[in-house]
């Protein structure tokens, strides 16, 4: 495991490692699903015989069957007439102009004595003929003209009206082309009563005749619109998902070969629109999990593959799950553990990564358990585990004991148990008692089974990438742990000063939102260097002899700061996670060794001061530069004679102002604001460990 750790380290370019590790996200997950979107295909032929039903997997737009059904709505529509109310007036008005010519001209020639008879008949029958539009002369005789102006006004007049009543009678009806020849013989027979001449009435019945005409007419642009609109109103004829298209027995028609051929499943035509969309929708997946893996190149490599690890693991276990499927009841994926791997994300790298995480997870299932469902995507599943996995965002982080996992697990198991009960009330099944308990047990085991599975691997995981839990924080953290029961023993004074640089580090920590724990028991180990050598270090001496006394400046500088990489050597000896080893080695960043460094100068003025700097590194994370602060404010306090809040107040100050001009924070995150806070705490906490206390009088 320690080889395994040491080679993820080793890469030094995070984003080639997170490159990498989205790259096998995405290979894998491929993998794991395409089976699952491989579309079902039958080798069926026109006119064949269906064996067994055949359902279509997707709801899909009929264009064809669309068409021709809007053709058919417009095909009833009938054809629009326009019926043309004024042509009863205007024929009339024209059966009238013949009639007032007439008079006019025989008003003309009745001052003339030159023609009578015979010639004076043509002459008014030429003139009238003259004054009249081409269509009426064109359309009635002359014999009618003639007839006309040789009678009285008062047949004219006669004449006149009844053509006039006639004609209004018979064309306030609707006549169509086909209908002129019964319209006219209507009017014939209407007219067959007036009283006059023989003649004149055949004059009368010509210009009645003529003045018939059409008036009810074809409207192509309204029929055109009408056809139209009812076309449009037309719904889109759709193929549903699950809806059967052949019957058992059925005969494969040209209709249901086509829809067949539409949805997918005749077996000569190969698609690969499935493995492009899911091509596609693992890509969208990946760029999520790169998104979110970028904040955790701060913490390093391990982070980094840890989180991809966790991701595909947990598909993997849906995976093994699905497998089972077809032969075993269809609601199993409401067993399986499928908040294993949030569980595992919360613990290890806390809640920022478990939404993007539950929706990957989410939709994978929903993939995977789509076996008795018409289509690639089980919706039902998907809410599942996407309920399941979200759960693990609302659980009470307080409590760092691993009895937490247990409360955890029955807490997702009561929100699995409302969500399938909720999914079987929706789908409105006719459910047994007995199957809707199975489902409720099922989702019962299922957040058992996962709270008992990370319990039993969180400590693997922990170990095989160097991670630390809070739980595993609070193992570390106990007084029976055989380092610190080392640093109590050999280095009693060291034990203290770490004690009391854990409180002040734990609460400057949680006071800006870093974790205090993680600070806490880093602070317990970070002076475990000093058990080799503890009598060269000021607090254990107990005000007895120091050794520094009798060597050079630069033997004591070896020894002092050999403790940090004795205490690296040490940790990882035993063991410790990455995170409270970087601590060991970080805290003092690489600040100077003042004291013997210009004790060395008085003697040396050609000392470099590079030779007293720790070596480092600077402080990468905020807790193992907290750590860094408390451990120096902590020695130079207790160094103080009689300190009051103002003297610690001023201290505090000056070794956080010295450090940031240092550079010692330019590798962490901490800002100005955040160092105020920080300031502030430890004051706070110093204020309660070095208040004033009664001068008690000595016994006479």
């Known amino acids: 495991m320690n080889s395994l750790q040491a080679l993820i380290q080793r890469f030094k370019n995070q984003t080639l490692v997170i490159l990498l590790c989205t790259i096998a996200f995405g290979l894998l997950s491929f993998l794991l699903l395409v089976s699952h979107v491989r579309p079902v295909k039958y080798d069926i032929q026109l006119l064949s015989i269906a064996d067994d039903n055949i359902y279509s997997p997707i709801t899909i737009e009929d264009k064809g069957a669309t068409a021709k059904k809007r053709l058919e709505a417009a095909a009833r529509v009938e054809d629009v007439y326009k019926y043309e109310e004024s042509y009863t007036q205007k024929r009339i008005d024209i059966v009238n102009s013949i009639f007032d010519i007439v008079t006019e001209v025989k008003n003309e020639n009745a001052k003339s004595d030159n023609l009578k008879g015979q010639a004076l008949i043509d002459k008014e029958t030429s003139d009238v003929k003259k004054k009249l539009p081409d269509d009426i002369r ?117 209709e249901k070969y086509d829809q067949l051929k539409l949805v997918g499943l005749i077996k000569n035509k190969q698609s690969i629109q499935p493995y492009i969309g899911l091509i596609l929708l693992i890509g969208v997946l990946a760029y999520f999990v790169l998104k979110q893996t970028a904040s955790l190149k701060e913490k390093g490599n391990i982070y980094i593959v840890t989180y991809y690890s966790i991701v595909i693991f947990t598909i993997l276990i849906l995976k093994i799950v699905s497998l089972f499927q077809k032969v075993e009841f269809s609601g199993l994926v409401y067993v399986a553990p499928v908040a294993i791997g949030t569980l595992l994300i919360k613990f290890l790298l806390g809640n920022r990564y478990l939404m993007v995480s539950s929706i990957i997870f989410s939709i994978c299932g929903s993939l995977m358990f789509n076996e008795d469902v018409n289509g690639a995507i089980n919706y039902s599943t998907g809410i599942y585990i996407l309920f399941s996995s979200i759960t693990v965002l609302f659980l009470n982080e307080v409590k760092n004991k691993r009895s937490m996992i247990l409360h955890a697990g029955f807490l997702i198991s009561l929100v699995n148990i409302a969500t399938l009960f909720s999914l079987i009330l929706i789908r409105n099944g006719q459910y047994s008692s007995v199957e809707v308990g199975i489902y409720l047990l099922m989702g019962l085991t299922s957040g058992v089974l996962s709270s008992v599975i990370t319990m039993g691997i969180l400590p693997f995981v922990e170990d095989s990438f160097g991670m630390v839990s809070s739980f595993k924080l609070v193992e570390l953290g106990s007084p029976n742990h055989p380092l610190l029961r080392k640093i109590l023993l050999e280095a009693p004074g060291t034990y203290h000063h770490s004690i009391m640089v854990a409180n002040l580090a734990e609460g400057a920590c949680e006071a800006i939102g870093a974790n205090g724990l993680l600070a806490r028991v880093g602070a317990y180990y970070h002076d475990i260097g000093k058990t080799n050598n503890p009598g060269f270090f000021i607090e254990n001496q107990m005000g007895g002899h120091n050794p520094h006394d009798r060597i050079k400046p630069i033997q004591s500088k070896d020894i002092i700061l050999r403790h940090v990489s004795d205490g690296v050597k040490i940790l990882k000896k035993y063991n410790l996670p990455k995170d409270i080893i970087d601590i060991a080695a970080e805290h003092h960043g690489t600040t100077l060794l003042k004291y013997f460094y210009y004790k060395e100068k008085e003697t040396n003025p050609d000392v470099k001061e590079i030779d007293f700097r720790y070596p480092g590194p600077k402080a990468h994370s905020k807790e193992s530069a907290i750590v860094g602060i408390a451990d120096s404010v902590e020695a130079a306090v207790r160094s103080l004679k009689d300190p009051d809040m103002q003297k610690i107040e001023l201290l505090v100050s000056s070794i956080m102002n010295d450090r940031l001009n240092d550079g010692q924070f330019a590798m962490c995150e901490l ?27 000595d016994e006479r």
């Open 671 to 697: 800002n100005l604001k955040e160092l105020h806070i920080v300031e502030k705490s430890l004051c706070e906490t110093l204020k309660g460990t070095f208040h004033s206390r009664i001068q008690y009088p």
């Open 138 to 254: 064109k359309n009635l005789e002359d014999s009618v003209f003639s007839t006309l102006v040789k009678s009285s006004d008062e047949q004219l007049n006669i004449t006149k009206a009844s053509l006039n009543t006639a004609i209004n009678n018979v064309m306030s009806e609707e006549i169509t082309t086909s209908q002129i020849e019964e319209s006219r013989g209507k009017l014939r027979n209407e007219l067959s009563y007036v009283s006059v001449n023989p003649s004149l009435k055949d004059a009368m019945i010509s210009i009645g005749e003529f003045a018939i005409v059409p008036n009810y007419f074809f409207d192509a642009e309204e029929t055109k619109e009408r056809k139209r609109l009812e076309s449009e109103s037309v719904d889109s004829v759709y193929i549903l998902q699950g809806q059967v298209l052949v019957k058992a027995g059925e005969t494969i028609t040209k």
